[in-house]
């Protein structure tokens, strides 16, 4: 009796393994050629840019093609990361396959004219649309169309960043707040393998940075790291807030968006040519490196990426936030690490995860990601910089639509409720 039982039990697993592990190959797949050709395109336009330097001043008028395309044909795209976010909780409307094509070029032109954006949400945007695309034609409903849609999300992350396992765990942590679906494990983790590989097997390579020593424990450092992971939330939790001071601004005065974007364009024109350099304009990668070889940045480097992408993701460019977050930790980590009298490099590495984990409060997947990027010599410190940076950023991210599932302090969350409603309800009663 139970021996039949057990058998099919077994039978059965067997087939759903078999299932998700096709099925996030095929996501792997679509999303990892789709990120391949993003990074082709994107390094593409950056050299452009970066060779030459007046093409800013058209930004202005990629803003009138971004946002006239989006007012006009880009339907619930316009959401972004937002609308991805949603369905894995709703599960109830589709994800446009236009989404994937429109965030693709939309980024590529505000790189190759200077708008600040990063990478991660075009790549998530266009994982999961694909999936869900996929999901129709295979006439997928129901729970297993929310498990593809987050193999979307893990495949379009970890092809971008040549970092699988964080990916992989970032599609399992972002969409609730404090709570892991432990139900996509399987669809998740093929997807962000194979997305890696065929990302690869197209001939992209990754940004490499410097292993982080190990090192053992030390009460001052582990001060120093909890004071820096404080720092870290709060520039995580000001990028948030300027972000969205942007978007009621604009939106209040400019009410059509194209002129919205080309208005804005024009204001990191002006500020760009108030500081006399393109340092701050598209990923800024170069102030990263200057960060980990010993060049060093300005003191307040991290204020200025902070200022010029919320300008940019604000009034509506097109582009992730996570690349320059990377920047923003890099650049205040070097500052911390300077005035705590710790080696700049080292908090620099760890402030690169360390603010993203505040802005997107996914901690472990930041903490799983320093590790694929710098090695696990200095775990102990990334990972409490990680979660003391989510914690000290409170209920406030870049994604909201993302529910808060276990509140990190008695603040009074309502059950579920999303950052977004959770935001709006708090300013209303204040």
Known sequence: MWARVNGSEHRAFGLILVKWIVLGSIVGVLSGTASAIFLVT????????VANPYLLFLLPAAGLVIGWSYYRIGGSAVRGNNLVIEQVHLNKDPIPLRMAPMVLIGTVLTHLFGGSAGREGTAIQMGSSLADWLSRVLRIQGEDRRLLVLAGISGGFGSVFGTPIAGFVFALEAPAMGRIRY?????????ALVGDLVTRAWGVSHSHYPALAEIGISPLLLLAVVLAGVGFGWVALLFVELVEWVKYMSRRYIGYPPVRLAAGAVVVIAMTLILRNQDYLGLSLPLIQNTMNGTGVEPL????????TAVTLGIGFVGGEVTPLFVMGA???YSFGRLLGVDPAFMAAIGFVAVF??????????TIMAVELFGGGSILYVGLACFVAYMASGHRGIYGTQRIAT???ATGVLPDESVEAFTKRRSGES
């Open 331 to 333: 650049t205040a980590g």
């Open 407 to 409: 509140p990190k302090t």
């Open 183 to 191: 139900d996509g494990v399987i669809p998740c983790l093929t997807a």
């Open 42 to 49: 994107l390094n593409w336009a950056t050299a452009v840019r």
């Open 301 to 308: 480097a991290f204020l200025l990426k902070v200022i010029f």
């Open 357 to 366: 984990a505040g802005a997107t409060n996914t901690p472990l997947a930041c």
